[in-house]
Each structure stands twice: as C-alpha cells, then as structure tokens.
C-alpha cells in the first residue's frame, strides 16, 4: 500500500465546474503539499499545510489531521487549471517529500 | 532570484556512458533534494543533503549513481555506467530546512539509448 493514496486518477471537468481532489496519508506527517505539474513538466508548490485550511485564489486546501485526510478543491474551474495535481507529504523531522501517483484534471472549455 | 537551476534541460546518451546531471539551489537554502519521475513510478526521492551534507540516499538506485554537494551553491547527480532504464526527468529542488516549502527547478529530461 502507498504511503500517499490520491484520487481520482483522473479527472474531466467542464469549464466552470467545481473540482475536489482527494490525497488521503498513513504516515505521520510535519506537513502536505500540494503540488501543480502542467504539460510542460514544470512543478509548482500550490499550499504547504500542516492544519485547517488555505485559499488562494480560486484554489482552496484543507486538511484533517486526524483522518490523516486533505483536499484540494478549484472553484470555476478553467481550461487552464488542466495539469497533474500532486499530494505530498513531510515526515516528522525528515524534509523529503513522499508523493502520491498524481491526479490529471482536464477542464474541456 | 532565478529560482533553482538546473542544467542540462535535455540530455540523449547512448547506453555505458557517463551523464552529469547539475543543480544551482536558491540562494540561503540549505536543503536539497534530487527526485525522479518516471511514468511507471511517479516522483520518488534519490537523496537529499543538509548544509552540503548527503543525509538520506536510500533512494539511490544503485553504485552507478552517486551525488555531491561541494559547496551550498552547487551540486551533481552522476550516472556511471547509463543504462536505457534511466531514462527519466530528473529534478532538483531545494528549501530553507525550517518551513519545508519546496522549490523545484525545470528538471532535466535524460534519454538514454
């Protein structure tokens, strides 16, 4: 079993529709990531959290520490929101991350 | 800042040979981390160091690869011998140890034939 479990696999949306993303962890953590991977290959650290919730813009985190469970949610969703979303995780007092398999959102216009 | 550098972007080689693969972190961090993706097993850690430091390399596949960080501003990955399973992108990212956000660079793309 995975360290860092994501799902769906992979996600078709419609423009405008709101998207959750799911990243569920069995080891214990100092923190979650998520993580934004476009065609091109480039990653980019969306949110770092450790509790609650973040926002930005469109792009809101939450996680619940006792389920060893977080969400990634996009609100009116765009074509350009399509990328390989990423869940990882930091353990304790190691600083590499564990990654989750990635979820590929597709938002058709 | 230019964020964390990487070179080469792409790299082809042919089997047996040596490849280098080169890492500039942000400036002031003192961690970082060589990760490879592969379609079959996502990102995983290879090593990462601490204050030039290598403190996890159980990621590293084998002897052929090996990592070194000689100063805070600079550091290697090495493939020697290269085989087509390595075939990969490879990247570097690096973080101030304290909050653990991460900083990618564009990674390199290695073929090898």
């Known amino acids: 079993k995975n360290e860092v479990e994501q799902s769906p696999q992979n996600l078709t949306a419609q423009e405008g529709e709101f998207i959750t993303i799911n990243c569920s962890y069995s080891?214990?953590?100092?923190?979650l990531h998520w993580l934004q991977q476009h065609p091109g290959g480039g990653i980019v650290s969306l949110f770092m959290?450790?509790?609650g919730k973040k926002k930005h813009g469109r792009l809101i985190a939450t996680i619940n520490i006792q389920e060893k469970h977080s969400s990634l949610h996009i609100t009116a969703s765009h074509p350009r929101d399509s990328a390989v979303y990423i869940c990882?995780?930091?353990?304790?007092?190691?600083?590499?991350?564990?990654f989750g398999k990635g979820t590929k959102l597709s938002v058709k216009p | 800042d230019a964020g964390v550098i990487q070179s080469p972007r792409h790299e082809v080689t042919e089997m047996g040979q040596e490849v280098t693969l080169r890492c500039k972190p942000i400036?002031?961090?003192?961690?970082l981390f060589w990760y490879r993706q592969t379609m079959m097993r996502g990102l995983e850690l290879l090593i990462y160091?601490?204050?030039?430091?290598?403190?996890?390399d159980s990621g590293m596949p084998e002897d052929r690869f090996s990592a070194k960080m000689p100063n805070a501003s600079f550091s290697t990955l090495k493939i020697q011998p290269s085989e087509p399973r390595d075939s990969a992108v490879y990247f570097c990212?690096?973080?101030?140890?304290?909050?653990?956000?991460?900083?990618f660079g564009p990674g390199t793309r290695l073929t090898v034939l």
């Open positions: 400036s002031g961090h003192n961690s």
């Open positions: 990212a690096s973080s101030w140890s304290g909050t653990n956000e991460q900083f």
């Open positions: 959290l450790s509790s």
């Open positions: 080891v214990g953590i100092s923190a």
């Open positions: 990882a995780v930091t353990g304790g007092s190691q600083g590499n991350l564990i």
């Open positions: 160091f601490n204050n030039n430091v290598p403190i996890d």
